[in-house]
């Protein structure tokens, strides 16, 4: 079955840029949507953004000045980058598969297979 | 932006009772695109229900989701051990994807 893995630093310098990539095995990362969530400690969850394989993508209006994902079809792989991070952005990042399924006349979106999460801490 | 307002904040109940959590969102949201998952502590969110009432594969159906509009309904008909976790409503029915705040059920 589709198994994602996060991969990239667990610790991140203030002001500089978070960088992640999830891993899609298992299966194609072609069409489907791909989505980032994170997790502060102790807190809920975040939507991020998300993108299509084409490469079309969402943000969270809150992170949109700062956030970039990108897709590599290629190597069945989609990635994260956060710019000038600060003790605000340490958390548990996770990557999801989001299914956007049209049944009877409408779509159904939800995020059905996630990754294990990675812990990013952003301190100097 | 649409917001998600889950209550309680904490639920305490025992194995074998019933749990009911609600979540209402601050402007209409499609059925379709409401969705519930549990996360256990250490763990991924999972997913739970989508479409607001249909489960997942693989989901017991002591699990079942029902609302529209504004007023979402997340129900454990006999909790289980496994089931003390925290649960999370996730609407995609606008440009920004919103998650609410978690309900917690705890073993009373």
Redesign the interface.
Known sequence: QVQLQESGPGLVKPSETLSLTCTVSGGSISSYYWSWIRQPPGKGLEWIGYIYYSGSTNYNPSLKSRVTISVDTSKNQFSLKLSSVTAADTAVYYCARVRGDYVSGYYYYYMDVWGKGTTVTVSS | ?IVLTQSPGTLSLSPGERATLSCRASQSV?S??L?W?Q?KPG?????LI??AS?R?TGIPDRFSGSGSGTDFTLTISRLEPEDFAVY?C?Q?GS????????TKVEIK
């Open positions: 932006e499609s379709s695109y969705a998952y996360q763990q991924a969110p999972r997913l989508y479409g249909s997942a999370y996730q995609y440009s920004s994807w919103t998650f609410g705040q978690g």
